[in-house]
């Protein structure tokens, strides 16, 4: 390789609100460039928000994380060869009927169906949050629990066991976990997933996993390794996100009492506002790493087959070419457009209820407690810097 | 004008439906985009551009 890779990948922001200095530099200097990825290879980096949707959404670049040319974003690699695959590593023609069996628990129209009930585990946490000793950790008490909550049941996995996930789940996230660590926690969660999967066999329940089980038999395309690496996938991915979405968005709300005032004033523009934190904190914004298969120009810059792609959605959230003053938080700019789910056929599938969670968290929050009040210096704060889906391991407030 | 989907495409994550319901639905079994009003006039006209804009795949097309 001839060109120096001018920077290395993951970075670290300097400020909590903002994206690592580095990512608007390159943007605007060199808007594909080459970083060093930390098991010494090496990558380019997209970060203009129209070539990230054009990496993301082109067949010419995989998904296939077991490929071994794929690029890996933590020491020693995540995925073994020969692991269950699941949706988010296959491309098509795989990919849709696998994305699509599962698809129709996450439509809107179903989501919907679930808000009574979300809103009865947010009023409850709020319950117990207000009960509790004060200052309090919004953390503990309604940014973790509730999106938990949420996912256990919509899969039917028992949420007392959540002690258990949130132990194997911080591990697989965190930068600094050692590879072996890393696999042991995949492969607890992997077995767990497969015993209750197991369990569910015989007499399958009215929950996702049971419905999946009956529709997969039916379809004659039951395997119960298979449906326990979705069901896996579903878990992590609907705790950490929305929980750390919550928090963080607790504090930008509270940064910015004006646009709180306006939600609070009209709960009509709390998905605007949903949509505006998603693009401002992309919180998840390396897991869009792609393989190119067949060359392909993207911003001026030919990416050959063979060559890692990281897709940077933080980035391109705050690219100036698609939102005004990108790097002001305003709830009514109007910023659906934006990649914090990814974009193309492998856009989150929990996106709707996402938004539908942090809608009725902050909707019913700030209503309930008008008093809401950081109970710390946010330069206190304990930002994960060290995890790959940004977040706060706490978050102290009073009321 | 006239809305044109491509279920092929279709990742189904609903930004049409969210974005106009009297224009959109999903299939209850898939979730991929049904059309309801391929035709949209008046207000309409603006959200079907809007769906068009937020679909995160590319699916729907828009015929003048
Ligand atoms: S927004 Fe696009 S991808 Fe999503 S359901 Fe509608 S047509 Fe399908």
């Known amino acids: 390789m001839t060109t120096v890779e001018k920077h290395e990948f993951p970075m670290t922001r300097t400020c909590p609100f903002s994206p690592p200095p580095a990512y ?4 605007e200097e060199e808007p594909v460039s080459k970083v060093g990825l930390p098991d010494g290879g090496w990558a380019w980096v997209v970060t203009r928000h129209e070539d990230v949707r054009t990496v993301l959404n082109d067949r010419r670049f995989s998904a296939d994380r077991q490929h071994p040319d794929f690029p890996q974003l933590v020491k020693g690699g995540f995925r073994r060869q020969g692991d269950e695959r699941t949706m988010i590593t296959m491309d098509a023609p795989e990919h849709g009927p696998a ?6 628990e996450f439509t ?3 989501m919907e169906a679930l808000r009574p009930r979300i809103q009865e585990i947010v009023d409850g946490q709020i319950d117990a949050l207000l009960a509790g000793p004060k200052p309090g950790d919004l953390v503990e008490a309604l940014s973790l ?4 909550l ?3 049941e919509m899969l039917g996995v028992p949420y007392a066991d959540h002690d258990f996930f949130q132990t194997h789940t911080a591990k697989l996230i965190k930068r600094a976990t050692t590879p072996e660590e890393r696999r042991a926690a995949f492969d607890t969660i992997r077995g767990y997933m497969e015993d209750l999967i197991a369990e569910k066999e015989a007499n399958p329940p009215d929950d996702l996993l049971g419905r999946q089980i009956v529709k997969l038999r039916e379809d004659g395309a039951y395997r119960r390794a298979s449906l326990a690496a979705t069901g896996f996938l579903l878990l992590v991915a609907g705790h950490e996100t929305t929980a750390n979405m919550i928090s963080l968005s607790t504090v930008a709300f509270l940064r910015n009492p004006e646009q709180l005032a306006a939600i609070k004033a009209d709960p009509g523009k709390t998905l605007d506002a949903v949509e505006e934190m998603l693009r401002y904190w992309t919180i998840v914004d390396a897991a869009t790493a792609r393989l190119c298969v067949e060359d392909i120009e993207v911003g001026g810059q030919l990416i050959r087959a063979g060559e890692g792609v990281l897709a940077l959605g933080y980035a ?3 690219d100036p070419r698609a939102f005004d003053d990108p790097d002001e938080l305003d709830i009514e700019r109007g910023a659906r457009h934006h990649v914090a789910f990814g974009f193309g056929p492998h856009q989150c599938l929990g996106q709707n209820l996402a938004r539908m969670e942090l809608q009725i968290v902050f909707d019913t929050l700030f209503r309930r407690i008008p008093t809401l009040a950081l109970a710390a210096d946010v330069d206190d704060l304990p930002f994960k810097d060290d995890a790959n889906i940004y977040g706060l391991y706490r978050l102290p407030v009073t009321w | 004008m006239k809305i044109i989907a491509d279920t092929g495409k279709c990742v189904g994550a609903g930004q049409c439906v969210l974005t106009e319901p009297a224009l959109f639905d999903q299939s209850e079994d898939d979730g991929t985009v049904i059309v309801l009003d391929d035709q949209p006039e008046g207000e309409l006209v603006e959200k079907a551009r809007e769906a068009v804009h937020v679909c995160p795949s590319q699916a729907l097309l828009l015929q003048e």
């Open chain 1, 108 to 110: 809107v129209r179903r």
């Open chain 1, 150 to 152: 949420v996912i256990c």
């Open chain 1, 24 to 27: 608007e530099e390159i943007r």
């Open chain 1, 99 to 104: 994305r699509k069996a599962v698809l129709g």
């Open chain 1, 316 to 318: 391109a959230n705050r």
């Open chain 1, 145 to 148: 629990p509730v999106p938990s």
